[in-house]
């Protein structure tokens, strides 16, 4: 920066006196017929190119070089901002899936269980998938393959995780995680069985795909870490659960907004990877029932709009904010879709008005 105001320096020091010089001898030319003339336009001329004198002479110093480095550091680029941390604190609900077309594919990805294999039945329970995408750096050399399938099974049987299966079905306590199919450490699938050798779906399924340098990968974006969970929506004896109220879904997508937090807490600090907050972090909801989401979700009496056909899948999507919803406020906006969108109620909106405690 000093560097570059010497050049100033030398310009207008250069111009002061210049302009000096200049006017002493206009001036003698303008007195010379005169038998008397003021001296005080000398003192004036003569301190102008005094002053440029000087001002150019500073502008031709040249520094020291232990000054010339330290200006050669200040005058280069600014160090790249560090990325900014993940943000969960707040929500912007959205039903248009081009906005996040990574948690789009989700919604078309398969498990491995050969329970899935089989042709599905018309008593087949309803089912809730989320997708968790979080912005994170390749894996490095670290975790091995097998310590990263632990970790990710002790992730699934923690909170909030656990909490949001148990508000959503019916997991006897015989019932544990392990992993099922794999590909390195890129791509872990986990289910919650009461055996390796269950041949039923599982009440749950899990999908964790990370990024390594040098695998990219077909239908995934290669900044994001990705979760997937597909719970089975079944009751004790493993058929369809009855459908819930509004507050206990309220409750559940509170709960699941708690998941992208968690994840990420899992990703750096049991996988040790840098995580950040471009892209944001997204959350994708698909409800999917045979009959209508009424299978899942119990509106109680209130009616449905004439004519209105029986939707079988709703798709919505959370995006993390800073001037989006609090979470409660979220959940109630993405009922509010569901109710217009999945199950085309009316009169509903009193029903939803107080369930995110304000």
């Not at 087949?124 to 995408?133: A, D, I, M, W």
């Not at 206990?248 to 990703?267: S, T």
């Not at 996988?271 to 109680?300: C, F, K």
Request: hydrophobic share 40%; proline share 7%; glycine share 10%.
């Amino acid at each position: 920066m000093l560097v570059s105001m010497k050049r100033p320096l030398d310009l207008a020091g250069k111009s002061l006196a210049g302009t000096g010089l200049t006017g002493i001898v206009g001036y003698v030319i303008a007195t010379a017929p005169l038998l008397a003339w003021p001296v005080w336009p000398y003192w004036l001329f003569g301190g102008m190119v005094a002053a440029g004198g000087a001002t150019y002479f500073i502008g031709q110093r040249r520094p020291t070089p232990q000054a010339a480095e330290a200006i050669e550091v200040t005058e280069k680029e600014p160090a790249e901002a560090l990325p900014a941390p993940i943000f969960t604190g707040r929500w912007r609900p959205t039903l248009n899936g081009h906005e996040v077309p990574g948690l789009m594919m989700i919604t078309h990805k398969g498990f491995s269980h050969h329970g899935y294999m089989r042709p599905s039945s018309e008593d087949r329970p309803p089912s809730v998938r989320f997708g968790v995408l979080v912005a994170c750096d390749p894996l490095g050399p670290t975790p091995t393959t097998s310590a990263l399938r632990e970790r990710f099974l002790s992730f699934l049987g923690s909170q909030p995780v656990a909490g949001l299966i148990d508000a959503l079905t019916y997991a006897d306590d015989d019932l544990s995680w392990m992993s099922y199919a794999s590909n390195g450490r890129i791509h872990n699938e986990a289910v919650l069985v009461s055996g390796a050798d269950q041949q039923e779906v599982p009440v749950v399924s899990a999908t964790l795909n990370l990024n390594e340098d040098g695998l990219a990968r077909y239908g995934h974006d290669s900044r994001t870490a990705e979760l997937v969970l597909h719970i089975e929506v079944r009751d004790k004896d493993g058929g369809a659960a009855p459908p819930a109220g509004f507050r206990a879904w309220h409750e559940a997508l509170v709960l699941a907004l708690e998941v992208p937090r968690a994840f990420g807490h899992f990703l750096s600090q049991d996988l040790g990877l840098a995580t950040h907050g471009e892209p944001p972090v997204q959350l994708s909801l698909e409800l999917r029932a045979r009959r209508g989401i009424a299978e899942l979700i119990d509106a109680g009496d209130l009616p449905t709009v004439a004519g209105s056909s029986r939707s079988s899948s709703f798709h919505g999507y959370m995006i993390a904010e800073h001037d989006g919803r609090e979470s409660g406020d979220a959940a109630v906006e993405m009922l509010t879709s569901i109710c217009d969108h999945a199950l085309y109620l009316h009169g509903y909106e009193d029903h939803l008005t107080n369930l995110s405690g304000k």
